[in-house]
């Protein structure tokens, strides 16, 4: 006899609308006579296997719209990267508590989760349905056109760039501004959403799917920096030599890890720090600022695109659709159709868990320090409505009297 139950979780980094793919799911699910209960686990699997659940079957519907309207991981969330032992650890949970559906927010690292105990369900002949639903701001996930998540960050990322460039407009100089992206580089790449005229910033944009050069790089600011009289650049944290070894490792003095043994990139403003002394000691340039956008571009609450809103709703939704009605463990993947709008797929869990997408070859510029009009026209549909403007003063220049 069916229990009826049914548990959905957050991983890995939040966002400005990973909340609308939590209420999407429990809105559905509680649409439908079978459920009997929804429940959620806190911080994502480590909440599973601790058993720290909760019942959102309580949640009112009202309460649930205004958490989806509010960023970040309302059940909270967690770095852990579950292997084997693990996943055997939150497939004991699930069947102890008769759960029948296993909903995964997040990234690559979860899918992989909903692969390893989808099929450990199969092993052990118990009917559990694994959804895992997309999430993740550096849009590396395959097989979809774009990630819920993403669009939000890179209307940030392109925000922020356009005023780093006015300011950087009113007081000449280097700006160098790292963006989250370890692999892939769209998030960086969106910094060029925020131009608007021909000589706006940012004028070099460096991207992990390219090899970074220290020496061509200062070559490109010394250039830009003569052509302009100032240099605004964006740089992927993720910025790698020709071995593959992050710029930041070679750089810095001392290099820190993660608890994965990869180099901390992220939450650290080093690389900016490292490439604004080489300019400084190499070009001889005095007014060098460096930012590292960190945390801030996840889940900023006044930055957040009405399109990803929606879009996040859906896939939440349309998880439970599919686990209802589609019959089998999966996915779900955004596809793009029309000038714009989206269909969702499920696809197979093989098919997405463990890779990594990085940005193709025709939204990256022939000189790899700019990005090219498809990639223009890919993101500008997904930065949603009311993008804020600027504009210029048309100067009538008054003619010189004492220095002619």
């Keep these: 006899m069916s229990s ?12 400005a609308v990973i909340n609308q793919s939590l209420a999407g799911v429990v809105l559905e699910a509680r649409r439908f006579r079978d459920v009997t209960r929804v429940y959620g686990a806190l911080h994502g699997v480590r909440g599973i296997i601790n058993e720290d659940l909760v019942d959102l079957t309580r949640e009112t519907s009202h309460n649930l719209e205004l958490v989806a309207a509010t960023p970040s991981s309302a059940l909270g969330s967690t770095r852990d990267k579950p292997d084997l032992a693990y996943c055997t650890e939150i497939f004991k949970v699930l069947r102890a508590h008769e759960i029948e559906q296993f909903y995964y927010i997040g990234g690559n690292d979860s899918s992989d989760t909903v692969r390893i105990v989808s099929e450990q369900a199969q092993q052990a002949g118990y009917p559990l349905r694994c959804i895992h639903i997309p999430k993740t701001i550096d849009n590396d996930l395959v097989g979809s056109d774009h990630t819920p998540g993403f669009p939000s960050a890179a209307r940030f990322v392109a925000q922020a760039f356009a005023g780093a460039n006015l300011d950087n407009a009113s007081l000449p100089g280097v700006y160098v501004g790292v963006v989250m992206g370890r692999h892939a580089g769209f998030l960086t790449a969106a910094s060029a959403l925020g131009k608007k005229f021909p000589d706006d910033g940012p004028h070099l944009i460096y991207l992990p799917e390219r090899v970074f050069s220290l020496e061509r790089f200062l070559a490109d600011v010394k250039a830009t920096y003569a052509r302009y009289g100032r240099c605004v650049i964006a740089v992927s944290e993720g910025i790698h030599d020709a071995s593959g070894e992050p710029i930041a490792s070679l750089l810095a003095k001392e290099v820190e890890r993660d608890a994965h043994g990869n180099v901390q990139l992220s939450g650290t403003g080093a690389l900016a720090d490292l490439l604004c002394d080489e300019i400084k000691a190499k070009l001889g340039i005095k007014r060098v600022r460096g930012d590292t956008f960190g945390y801030l571009q996840r889940s ?36 793009r159709t029309g000038f714009y709008s989206v269909d969702y797929e499920l696809m197979a869990l093989a098919d997405v868990a463990g890779k990594t997408r990085v940005m193709e070859d025709e939204f990256i510029s022939a000189s790899g320090t700019d990005v090219t009009d498809a990639f223009r026209l890919y993101l500008r549909p997904l930065l949603g409505s009311g993008m804020p403007d600027a504009f210029r003063l048309r100067p009538s220049p008054v003619e010189k009297i004492l220095k002619k």
């Excluded at 009826?4 to 966002?15: D, E, N, S």
Aim: glycine fraction near 18%.
């Design 4 to 15: 009826g139950k049914i548990l959905v979780a957050q991983g890995g980094g939040p966002t």
């Design 300 to 335: 900023f609450i006044g930055c957040v695109s009405d399109v990803d809103q929606r879009e996040a709703r859906e896939v939440g939704e349309k998880a439970v659709q599919f686990a209802m009605w589609g019959g089998r463990d999966g996915s779900v993947a955004i596809k």
